[in-house]
């Protein structure tokens, strides 16, 4: 049912307008909203190319519109400064930008999703271009706009910003979840309450990688990162604050985890 769904909604939009100057490709899923997303989430950048290197992984649908797994890999482009993600469809449509640094063009996570929408990943290089993949995800919806589940647990207070992570050094693998609410303030009486970046830093401050969070990111956020093999030595410090100011600190242990 999904799929017809989500069919219809892309014969019933409109083609993108390719008159539009800040537009230079035909958008594969004719939603109409790419050069609007554009100009919002990108910074209005003038050029930007469809690349099959951009590769966005995702279920076809999603089973819990709480949770949609999705990994970006843009490991195929050199030079990547940031990775963008967003959606066509939804009332918050920029989910996250990731800054490699460091690490790879990689990121695994979930995001909450409120709707069937196309979801991409727009990657800038260091000399200014940008590159464009994605995938579309049928969707029940409304993952979005419910209370967070950690509000039924009297402790959620106390684990509020609890960093639980492991570092696989061989692989360049780094796993990070952060306990905390991310609530998107679109559920009644509940405002808007979640982290706004997590840092990741050597013990000697050099920064590895940064990750910028917006509402869609799911509740007690998940991230995978690639490094290269050999990149990890050390232990990482993770850093980072909410939009009430609470502090997120841990370090995660060389070949090692905490719990």
């Not at 967070?148 to 647990?153: E, K």
Request: hydrophobic share 40%; net charge negative.
């Amino acid at each position: 049912m999904y799929k017809t769904l989500f069919a219809a909604m892309l014969i019933a939009t409109p083609a993108l307008a390719l008159d539009d100057p800040k537009v230079t490709l035909d958008d594969p899923y004719r939603t109409g909203m790419l050069g609007y997303l554009q100009k919002q989430i990108l910074d209005d950048p003038s050029q930007i190319t469809l690349d099959p290197r951009v590769k966005v992984l995702a279920p076809e649908a999603a089973e819990d519109s709480f949770h949609v797994p999705i990994t970006v890999d843009a490991r195929g482009i050199e030079n990547v400064e940031r990775i963008a993600l967003f959606v066509d469809y939804g009332p918050i449509p920029h989910i996250l930008d990731y800054y490699p640094g460091e690490a790879e063009a990689w990121l695994s996570f979930r995001f909450k999703i409120d709707q069937a929408t196309p979801v991409r990943a727009a990657v800038q290089t260091t000399d200014g271009a940008w590159y464009l993949g994605g995938t579309a995800i049928d969707a029940a919806g409304g993952g979005c706009a419910a209370p967070a589940a950690a509000y039924a647990s009297d402790d959620w207070e106390e684990r509020l910003g609890k960093v639980r992570a492991r570092m696989w050094p061989k692989t360049g693998r780094v796993r990070v979840i952060v306990d905390h609410p991310m609530d998107t303030g679109l559920a009644d009486g509940i405002p808007v309450f979640t982290i706004q970046a997590l840092d990741f830093k050597g013990l000697d401050g050099k920064k590895m990688a940064r990750i910028k969070l917006y509402e869609p990111v799911n509740e007690d956020p998940t991230f995978s990162l690639r490094f290269a093999e050999g990149a990890l030595t050390a232990p990482l410090q993770v850093s980072g604050r909410d939009n009430n100011g609470n502090e997120i600190e841990a370090t995660i242990p060389f070949n090692g985890a905490i719990r």
